[in-house]
């Protein structure tokens, strides 16, 4: 199965590359503390978020590094299959193992699902961030609006992008 598996490796290289970043993102998220009363830029005592909003910031961004961390080891083992199959070097010529497919592809929407569970709970940690930092979206903030709306359509639409390249890769 020479050069079978290359569309594949490289969507695992993509996912990886996707997740390491994200996964950055995360940590910094994560170091900020939404407790701080002078981390915000809001002075209105009407949209200072609740307590559960900041609970949900800290909660989205532990979801979105599990995910983002599942989706990048899953990842990793697919990749490392695919090498040692390939390779002369773990096997001798007359035994080259074949790659199921089958487990490829499953391995391939795991990591997938993983990576688009990551980035929607990032999105909604991000949400919970701006209501911390801008002030809370249901005392109708506009600057808090301003800063979602983009969030909400953009991030789903890539998120279409990216689902749509992944399941071509995953009928190949």
């Given amino acids: 199965m020479p050069g079978g598996t290359n569309i594949q490796v490289t ?23 939404p407790w701080d009363p002078n981390n915000t830029l809001n002075r209105d005592p009407r949209c200072a978020p609740s307590s559960a909003v900041k609970r949900d910031l800290v909660t989205y961004h532990v979801y979105s590094f599990s995910s983002f961390l599942f989706s990048s080891l ?16 773990y096997h001798p010529a007359e035994t080259i193992a074949r790659i199921n497919r089958n487990l490829l592809r499953v ?55 990216y689902v749509s390249i992944v399941l071509y890769a995953f009928t190949r």
């Fill in 11 to 33: 969507a695992l290289d993509g996912v990886v590359n996707v997740n390491s970043l994200f996964t950055f993102a995360v940590f910094v998220g994560l170091a900020w503390n």
């Fill in 74 to 89: 899953v990842a990793f083992g697919l990749k490392q299959a695919i090498r040692i199959t390939r390779s002369p070097s």
């Fill in 107 to 161: 391995g391939m929407l795991a990591s997938g699902v993983g990576s688009v569970a990551g980035c929607l709970c990032l999105m909604l940690a991000l949400v919970n961030l701006v209501q911390i930092k801008l002030g809370t979206l249901a005392c109708g903030s506009t600057h808090s609006f301003a800063a979602v709306v983009p969030l909400l359509i953009f991030v789903p639409l890539g998120l279409f992008v």
